[in-house]
Every structure is written in C-alpha cells, then in structure tokens.
C-alpha cells in the first residue's frame, strides 16, 4: 500500500480532487456514457471518523447535466449515472500517470525505510501492480429529495 503523509490538504501532489473531476467532467461529455456537460461538488476530508489520517473525498452529483448544444438537460438513467469500472479506470489511469510526473520532478520526498523509493526503477516496481488492479471506490445511495439525504446517518456516528 503506499501512502501519502502530508501537513495539509495544499501539500496534496498529485490534487486527487482535480483528478476525480478531471475524470467525472470526460467520462460524463462522452456520448456512450452520459453525453453531458455536468456539475458537482466536491469536498476533501483528511481525517477518518476514528480521528485517523484518512484522506478521501465525497461527491454531491446531480442526476444529469447540460446537453453538449446547451439547449436540453439530459438525465441519467434511473439508479444509473456514469459506469463505475470505466470511472475507476480512467481515475486510476490518471492519478498514476501524474503521481509518475511528481516523482520524475523530484517533488515527492521518501523517509527512513522507504527512501529506496526515490530511485526511479524502484518506484516503478512499486506501482507495476497498481496499473492493472481493479481500484475501489465508495459510492453512497442515490438521493432522489433532501429529505432522503438529511435523513442519512453516519456509521460509527452516536
């Protein structure tokens, strides 16, 4: 597993927030997909429910966007917005190529047992497996109105 530490959410290198919208904003305008123009926001926690360094980000996407003319909103299908494996493909595609440009620019720093890392063929080795692992990623049920969405507990929350 590699993990990133960082002081604050400014130090985050390669910005997975602009990745993840770099990735929703292509997979969304692509005509097999959705066909759209969409918006969303999206929100960087850094700490876990435990109080645990636990960076990760949550999404709020409307069920659609703006036709490519600008002329008609086009929905997503009912309990369907945008395929979760071509997602996770194109996330992971991305965030490696530009963690790869990071450490080519020397912009990552490796500390006691894994200053190795530093060299280039031994962080190669380490990502060659994460090129073609399938990547995880969360998704939280549909909200169809607010008052789905206020409704919603937090787990471990209490």
């Known amino acids: 597993m ?36 969409i918006g969303f926001t999206s929100v960087l926690h850094t700490w876990g ?15 659609g966007g ?21 997602l996770s493909r194109l996330f992971r595609r991305l965030f490696l190529e530009k963690l790869i440009a990071t450490h080519q620019a020397g912009r990552l720093s490796f500390f006691g047992d894994h200053t190795r890392l530093a060299d280039a063929q031994s962080f190669a080795a380490l990502l060659a497996p994460l090129h073609r692992a ?3 990623r969360v998704r939280g049920p549909s909200q169809t109105d607010s008052s789905q969405a206020s409704r919603r507990r937090s787990v471990g929350a209490g």
């Open 49 to 63: 429910s435990a109080m645990t360094h636990h960076p990760h980000l949550h999404m709020i996407v409307p069920g």
């Open 66 to 86: 703006i036709s490519p003319d600008d002329q008609h909103w086009v929905s997503c299908r009912p309990g369907f917005f945008l395929p979760v494996r071509v």
């Open 134 to 136: 399938e990547w995880a």
């Open 2 to 37: 590699l993990r990133f530490d960082c002081d604050g959410a400014a130090n985050y290198d390669p910005p997975a927030a602009a990745i993840s919208a770099e990735t929703m904003l292509t997979i969304a305008a692509d005509p097999r997909h959705l066909g759209a123009r």
